[in-house]
């Protein structure tokens, strides 16, 4: 079967940096994506990985290993905005979008 | 920027009702898809739509569902008979192209689907 695997809550504080992991276990790979998602809201593209290593968006940046079904979202300068859930999604051989379960971000003054 | 619009944004109907969630996709794109989130859980992919007619659909996607391009803007998903447990938020999403390998899908802003 395919699966990803997410923490389901995170805490943080303001101001400083927080990484979310994110594993996965799906039948074939094209590409892994990141989205944020706030309450009652739709899901917003935040990055993409399809190959091994970092990439970095201002604040945000994601990396990716392929060999081990492994990708993490780092936010730096957490800002209040930022309490919200992130979205792991892999896209599959199918080129279907697998997607995990969220974390949700809590950000503390 | 250019977006993908839902309507309603919110839809109250009897259980074993007909319903149909409509969809604006981004105009230049090509690819369009529809999942489903209940509350407190997971995306959930239901279909995708190509050339007119259905590229993949998931387990969920019964003989209950159907979708459609009535013309050459809207997207629609008609639920055919609701049950209880077809309440969740139903979000579209478009894209480019399905094998552009970074092209992310762009979410309409979702229709909550409640069933009484």
């Known amino acids: 079967g395919q699966n990803i695997d997410q923490p389901t809550e995170m805490t943080a504080t303001e101001g400083a940096i927080v990484q979310i992991n994110c594993t996965y276990q799906?039948?074939?790979?094209?590409?892994l994506f990141w989205y944020q998602q706030h309450a009652g809201e739709a899901p917003t593209f935040l990055s993409y990985?399809?190959l091994d290593g970092l990439e970095e968006k201002g604040r945000f940046s994601s990396f990716l290993s392929r060999s081990k079904g492994y990708s993490y979202l780092l936010l730096k300068e957490l800002q209040m905005k930022d309490s919200a859930s992130y979205l792991c999604?892999?896209?599959?051989?199918?080129?279907?979008?697998?997607w995990g379960a969220g974390t949700k971000l809590i950000i503390k003054p | 920027e250019p977006e993908v619009t839902q309507t309603p944004s919110h839809q109250v109907t009897q259980m074993g009702q007909e319903v149909i969630l409509r969809c604006v996709p981004i105009?230049?794109?090509?690819?369009f898809y529809w999942y489903r989130q209940i509350l407190g859980q997971k995306v959930e992919f239901l279909v995708s739509?190509?050339?007119?007619?259905?590229?993949?659909k998931s387990e969920i996607f019964d003989d209950q569902f159907s979708v459609e391009r009535p013309d050459g803007s809207n997207f629609t998903l008609k639920i055919r008979s609701t049950k209880l447990e077809d309440s969740a938020m139903y979000f579209c999403?478009?894209?480019?192209?399905?094998?552009?390998?970074?092209?992310?899908?762009?979410f309409g802003d979702g229709t909550r689907l409640s069933i009484l």
């Open positions: 105009s230049n794109h090509l690819y």
């Open positions: 999604a892999v896209r599959d051989s199918n080129y279907q979008l697998i």
């Open positions: 739509f190509y050339n007119n007619e259905i590229s993949e």
């Open positions: 990985n399809v």
């Open positions: 799906t039948s074939g790979f094209n590409g």
């Open positions: 999403a478009s894209t480019t192209g399905r094998y552009e390998s970074n092209q992310p899908q762009h």
